[in-house]
């Protein structure tokens, strides 16, 4: 009987995913619901899975996902990738069906680095700088608190699955700015933090109970949103820089690491300062590129779920790789369109900025030639 896998979450990660579980040895099913389309026409995809979307309430795809199991024996493994079912996962409103391993970080693990506030409570004791942040649950609450804090404003969804207004987050600068956005921030539990100006710097790593095995720096230089928020568009892997790499050893052997996953740091090349953003305990939306870079981190989150993810030295992905994401380009173009920013000489003049920057990028983390079709597909979505 075949070795087959669940991967749950259609997200851009799920495709290079599939490839590596393919030459795992795994036929390779996916999940339709998800942030994004694609995957399912892989050609590593062995089947496709239409299921109730996590939405409509987990009770309801449970009894989805146990039937599936049940009908088809083979499934040894369930992925999620997307953050929605991680999330479903850790705090056991989902559970893999009979002896099926679910390949994911600790629950416990989970549950903290997705608890803003905690994450950033101990990297300040363990002297990994942040910017001050208040957690409020309500309009007024947060009007309140906000005078503790010195304005400009970032202002987050405590659930980072979660929108503001269709944005991951929100600048105010001004309390009249806070005043006007009661109704996207009613009754909402949100972290708000004092807002710092710099670019933001992924690290993609992997961890053995604390300690460093793998580690690749990847600067942003333009997101989907002005302020530097939002999803990154264009940007460079660089050699390790030294400051960063050791905020990033302190937090892990703090929190007792175990797996993969991605810190965010918010830096300030000219005035010499870097804040910790979050840690991310899933694969990034950017897994293409740590993948490209020479990291295996699909290898080690699969040895994680079957118990063997070893000890061993400490590699460092690849410098230099300039990348680019087209088909997010061109949607949040298209939204802006809708939204009337642009007028058309200047919606033309950005497609072709973003047509340039794919063109200069030694690599587009969801476009691969090989496995072109969930590329394509993002491509025509967006269009």
Not at 166 to 189: F, H, I, M, N, Y
Request: net charge neutral; glycine share 8%; aromatic share 8%.
């Amino acid at each position: 009987m075949p070795k087959k896998v669940l991967i749950l979450g259609n997200y851009r990660p799920s495709y290079i995913l599939a490839r590596a579980l393919y030459h795992k040895g795994y036929q390779v099913i996916c999940g339709l619901d998800g942030y994004d389309r694609g995957t399912e026409v892989s050609k590593y995809v062995h089947a496709v899975w239409d299921h109730p979307p996590l939405s409509s309430g987990a009770d309801v795809f449970q009894v989805s996902l146990d039937a599936l199991c049940d009908k088809d024996e083979a499934i040894e493994l369930i992925f999620p990738v997307d953050e929605s079912f991680v999330r479903a996962f850790a705090e056991s409103r989902l559970k893999p069906s009979g002896a099926i391993k679910l390949a994911s970080m600790a629950s416990e693990t989970i549950t903290f680095c997705l608890n803003k506030p905690l994450l950033l409570s101990k990297a300040g004791e363990l002297d990994i700088p942040i910017a001050p942040f208040v957690v409020t649950s309500n309009q007024q609450d947060l009007v309140r608190q906000a005078s503790k804090l010195n304005f400009p404003l970032v202002i987050r969804p405590m659930d980072s699955t979660k929108r503001l207004g269709g944005k991951k987050a929100l600048t105010c600068r001004t309390v009249d700015d806070l005043k006007e956005q009661q109704e996207v921030l009613k009754d909402k539990s949100l972290l708000t933090q004092e807002h710092v100006s710099g670019n933001r710097d992924n690290i993609y790593f992997s961890a053995h109970h604390g300690e460093l095995q793998s580690y690749l720096h990847a600067k942003i230089e333009r997101t989907d949103q002005p302020d530097g928020s939002g999803l990154a568009l264009e940007g460079v892997t660089v050699e390790p820089c030294p400051i960063l790499k050791s905020y990033v050893v302190k937090l892990l052997r703090g929190i007792g690491y175990h797996g993969i996953g991605c810190v965010q740091f918010l830096v300030d090349e000219r005035a010499d300062r870097r804040y910790l953003l979050e840690l991310n305990p899933r694969l990034a939306g950017n897994h293409a590129l740590a993948e490209h870079a020479g990291l295996t981190l699909s290898e080690d989150i699969l040895d994680l779920a079957h118990g063997r993810l070893d000890k061993r030295p400490l590699s460092v992905g690849r410098a230099g790789i300039r990348y680019s994401w087209l088909a997010g380009e061109l949607e949040s173009l298209r939204l802006a369109w809708r939204a009337g920013d642009f007028g058309a000489l200047q919606f033309l003049r950005a497609v072709g900025k973003a047509i340039r920057a794919y063109l200069q990028a030694d690599f587009d983390v969801s476009i691969n030639w090989d496995d072109c079709k969930p590329g394509l597909y993002s491509l025509c979505d967006s269009l």
